[in-house]
Structures are given as structure tokens and as C-alpha cells.
């Protein structure tokens, strides 16, 4: 049902708005009570701070603390520096701002809200004290002072309304691996089963991993980084996307041999129906040890099976023993990845500390830059131009939404949502602003007005497609409102105020669209040079890369690449998605290729051929299909036998 979340919500939904709107009328009357100039902004730091998780929320109201704290310094810097020289003034905070948008986006989670916040908490108290430059230290004391106080309310709301976090988050995680695997599982054996939709599943579940990856973060705050449950987290995900990244090697065996041996196909089907039986497995023992002991099992079959053909020498062996090595290796990490998940729910010690990390990106980071600092020149100019007197909040909200949303990929629709968001906190302050405060000023009495339209707003944050658009909404909410201790907001001031806030969001909109736009193609484009740098920096000389490190920026290409394909046409969505997955194989190989070289289990041909694969690699003029010019099929098809026999001594697969 499209309006379920509002109709029919669940019980989790209605507890958290019903919490957060306690949290903000209670910061919001204490805020009263402390007889502060803005009451309002402590309420706003509440809906901002709330999230749908304890460590969500605890991670976010501590970057928001730092971020805060960073830009009330910067804005006390910028004014005594420039205290008169509004185009030197200008420049510099759009700089700042623009620096700090920058540089959220080579971090991840909260980190780059606090940047992105210390960049708009700056322009918020500068512009905010433009007018009176002598009293920016106590506006800066004030705006901290509201976003302390709405921060202490939203954590203390939140401790007395979700107690023991810590058992609830240890078993939130477990459920969380334990979801993942069992989705892996079934892609694993449609790959055995060689579905035509099993490398699509790979791709969407090796996509998702390193969101996955981030979640855990917040696990370990409300766990309060007791046992090792939260570091066997991180191995296990990271050891999933081996798994995964073996299915997708599997799957290219399967497609490169001569043919299918006809003895084989009972033996895989067996293999996959015997797989299919872990996820059970894994809900009715939460350790997993029975599904670690059939997998255990599966790949001691596997290795019987290689051990029969490895004496013969025939086609058939040789295709058959190709297939199953990569049945095996898979076999073999799974089984890793199942004590790994054991190990999890038993938080017994960490042995290794493998884990996906994301690389930063720092052409998007120099994007993002220039693109909030150009659309704060701009305002700036039009403020400067026109002499408006509300053009200080016009341009305090550009920077808000340019900064806020700078860091996403997606930022066109994000910011257009947050605008809309906007336009209904507008519509529902009419009702408390003209009707409720101008005949009464009896605060239990508001707190029932302005909290059923918080509760709409809470309930719709809950829901992921209106979530953007609530978060704009719970924010400014209560700045419309126009709170003060001796007396309310008019109407003429309300009109202004809405217009500029209005107007700073849209224009923050317009320049998103026309300043370094965020397009599908485009995002192509740097998915498609990130991927081709990524192939040429594993033949450079003297780059020792690990599997593990090529197998992250792989999972992190593929969730790029998942991300974008949904903005495409089916055909080039495709594309994307194979050659991200042409590309992660392609690597892996050339690391297992360089590692047997390494000791010694190549023949000397396959050496020479691997050595100018690698020379085109780095001849950037030349496409990457040009590679192939340099493996001679006549070689491979004589040569295969020897090398299957040596790397199969080796013990490398």
C-alpha cells in the first residue's frame, strides 16, 4: 500500500516518532525555559541527530558535536579576519564550505556529515552575525548551546526507550550474517546449476556487501566494543565477497572449457542440492556448525572426485578437473566463512583482520569542491546584487543543501527530495503559526498541534521512500515555527523567512543540475576509467597487491556498478555490470598468474604470454581488448594439459 507507513505503520515506526517527538518538544521547552534567542534549533538537532538505530544515532550526535564545534571556531576566525570586507569574506567561507564538502567525500558514514557540518555551521553563525560582527562569539556560543542540548535529549529518550542495546545489537548482528549467507548460498548453487540469472545474483549481493560492511560500525558503538564479535563481523563479510568473487571464477571455468564433461553434471547437481539445505541450517543452529560440517564434508567429496581423474590424461579429465578446482577453492572458502561465523556468535579471538574498507575518490572530492563553492559565489553574488535583506538565510540554505548533499553520487534526486521535504514543513507550519500561537501561549497545548505534524514526520522518515524528504521535513519544521520566549513569528516574518528558505534550497537544486551534473552516463564514464586504472595498476612494476585489496575495490566497483545500472536501459545497465565483472575476474587471475610465476609452476610460454599480457596492460592508448592479441589459442590448447598438472601440484588453487 503506497500510504502504509501512514495507515497501517509498525511498531517500530510509531515508537521512534513517538520518541523523537518527545525528544524535541522536551529540548525545545528546556530550550524555553533557558530563555535562549532560537529555541527552535535545539528541536531541529533532535530530528537531525535521530536515527533508526541506537548507534546510528549515538555516531551521528557525536560527529555532530565535533562538526559543530569545528565550524563555531571557523565562523569566529572568518569573521575577525574579514570583520568589513564582504567580498573577502564571501569567498573565504564559500572556500571553507567548499573545502569541507570536498573532503567529506573521501570519508564514509558520519565522518563526512561532521565535515560537511562544519563547513554549513560556519556559514549558518557567520551569516547569522553579519550584521552584528562584534557578537559572533555569543551567536556561536548559542547555536552550540541548542545543538548540546538537543543531542543530550535525543540520547537520553533514547536510553530510557530501547534498553539493553547491547544484547539486542549482538543479536541484530548475528542476524545480519546470518542473512547475508544464507542469500550468498542460493547464488552459489545457481552458479553450480549454471541459471542464466546466477551471475546477475552474484553481482547485486557482491554489491551490497560493503553498505553491509559500513552498518557494522554502528553495531560496534551500541555493543560498546565488548568481545570480538564485531571484528569476526568484518572478516566474515569480507570473506563473503571471496566466496562471491570465487562463484563469479567458477562460472567463468564453466564457460571456458571445450565442453562439459557428461559424467560431471549429476555430480554438480548433487553438490547444489546439498548446498541448498545450508540456509536451514544456518536459521535453526545459530552457531552454524551444521552447516559447516556438511560443507566440510561436500568439499571432502570434491577433492576425492579431483584425486580419481588427476592420473588421466584426456580431454575430459582436463575440463572436468578445470571445473572442479574452482567447486573447490569456492567449497574451501566457504568453509572459512562459516567458522569465521561461528566464531562471531561465540566471540571467541580474531586471528586475521581482513575487511572491506572503501578507497577514497578523489576526483569526486575535487567535483564536489568546486561545486558547493561555486554555488555559494553565486549566491553571494545575487545577495550583493540585489541588497535583499533576507539574503543572509537565502544564502545560508544554499550552503546547507549544497554542502548536506554534496557527497552523494545520486545528488540531483537527494536534493530535489529535500526540497520537497521543504515545501510541506512550509504548509504544516500554517496551522500552529496562524491559528495555535496567536490566541494562546499555553505550551501543552501547542506541544499537541506541533507534535501530531513531528509524528507525520517521524513516521514517514521509516520509510525508504519518503525518507529524504522527511529528513528535510523534521528539519525544517521547527525553524518555521519561529519560536521566542516574549512573543511569536508574524506573518510578514514568516513569508520572508519561507521564501528564503525556499528559495536557498531551490537555487541549491538549479546549481546542482547545471554545475558538474550527476548523470548516468557520466557516472559510467568514471565507473569505466576507475575499473581500466584499477587493471593497469596490477602490471606495474614492484605492486605487490593481495587478493583480499583487489577483491574490496572490486565489491566497491560492483556496488557502484549496481547503483548506476538502475538509472540505465537494460542494455547498457548490462554492460556495466558485466564488464565491472570482467574486469574483478580478469584481476584476480592475473594475481594468481603472477603468484605462480612467482614459484615457479608456469612453464616457460606461459611466462612469455603472461609478460605481454601485462606489457599491453600498461600501454594506456591501447583498448584492454587489445590484450587478448597476446594469448595464441594454439598455445593455450597445447600447453593446458602441463600447466593444469603443475598448478594442481602447486597447491596455488
Known sequence: ????????????????????????????????????????????????????????????????????????????????????????FLPALALWVGLCAGLA???????????????????????GAVKEPDHVFNVAMARGTYIFLGVICETAMGMIALPNVAGRAREELRKRLQGILTRAIPALTAVLRQKPGATDDLSTLLGSLQASSDQ?????????????????????????????SRGLGLRTRMTSVTHQPEALRPFLEDMATALDGLPERLLTDRRGIAALVQTEALLAECRGRMQTILPRDDEDSLNEGIILTGVEVMLSDLC?????????????????????????????????????????????????????????????????????????ENSVLLSAAFFYGAVFAALASVIPVFIVMPVTANYP????????????????????????????????????????????????????????????????????????????????????????????????????????????EGTQSMERAVRFAGSLSSDRAEAMLRGTLSVLTVGRNVLMLRKLAEHGSLPDTAVTAVDGLVRNLLRRKLPLTHTTATIDPTWMNSTRWSVSHRIRRSGMI
Not at 553574488?381 to 535583506?389: F, G, K, L, R, S
Request: contains cysteine.
Open 105 to 127: 567525500t573521501l570519508t564514509h558514514n558520519f565522518r563526512g556529515y561532521a565535515l560537511v557540518l562544519a563547513g554549513y555551521t560556519c556559514a549558518i553563525i557567520a551569516l
Open 445 to 552: 497545548f501547542f506541544c499537541l498541534v506541533a507534535g501530531f505534524f513531528m509524528m507525520l514526520g517521524g513516521l514517514a522518515s521509516r520509510n525508504p521512500s519518503t525518507a529524504v524528504m522527511a529528513a528535510s521535513y523534521g528539519t525544517f519544521f521547527p525553524f518555521l515555527l519561529g519560536m521566542d520566549n516574549q512573543g511569536r513569528i508574524n506573518e510578514l516574518g514568516w513569508f520572508n523567512t519561507t521564501i528564503a528558505l525556499l528559495l536557498g534550497l531551490g537555487a541549491g537544486v538549479v546549481i546542482f543540475r547545471a554545475v558538474l551534473p550527476f548523470t548516468p552516463a557520466r557516472a559510467g564514464e568514471v565507473l569505466r576509467y576507475q575499473l581500466k586504472r584499477s587493471l593497469r595498476r596490477l602490471a606495474l612494476p614492484g605492486v605487490v597487491m593481495d587478493e583480499y585489496v583487489w577483491i574490496n
Open 336 to 408: 572459512e566463512t562459516l567458522r569465521s561465523y561461528r566464531a562471531s556468535v561465540d566471540g571467541a579471538p580474531v586471528s586475521e583482520r581482513h575487511r572491506l574498507t572503501r578507497n577514497p575518490d578523489w576526483r569526486a572530492s575535487m567535483r564536489n569542491g568546486v561545486r558547493t563553492t561555486v554555488a555559494l559565489l553565486l549566491g553571494a553574488y545575487v545577495w550583493e546584487v540585489t541588497a535583499w535583506a533576507q539574503g543572509g538565510v537565502f544564502l545560508t540554505f544554499i550552503a546547507v543543501v549544497c554542502a548536506r548533499f554534496a557527497t552523494f
Open 1 to 88: 500500500m503506497k500510504f502504509g507507513w501512514l495507515f497501517a505503520p509498525s511498531i517500530t515506526s510509531v515508537m521512534f516518532a513517538l520518541r523523537t517527538t518527545i525528544a524535541a518538544l522536551l529540548a525545545l521547552a528546556i530550550a524555553l525555559w533557558m530563555e535562549l534567542g532560537e529555541p527552535q534549533w535545539a528541536a531541529m538537532t533532535v530530528w537531525i541527530v535521530a536515527q533508526n538505530s541506537r548507534g546510528e544515532s549515538i555516531s551521528k550526535g557525536r560527529w555532530r558535536l565535533v562538526g559543530t564545534v569545528i565550524g563555531m571556531v571557523m565562523a569566529i576566525v572568518l569573521m575577525a579576519a574579514f570583520p568589513q570586507y564582504p567580498w573577502l
Open 216 to 244: 557494522i560500525e554502528f553495531s560496534r558503538i551500541e555493543i560498546r566494543s565488548e568481545g570480538n564479535e564485531v571484528e569476526h563481523a568484518y572478516v566474515t563479510l569480507g570473506l563473503v565477497a571471496r566466496v562471491l
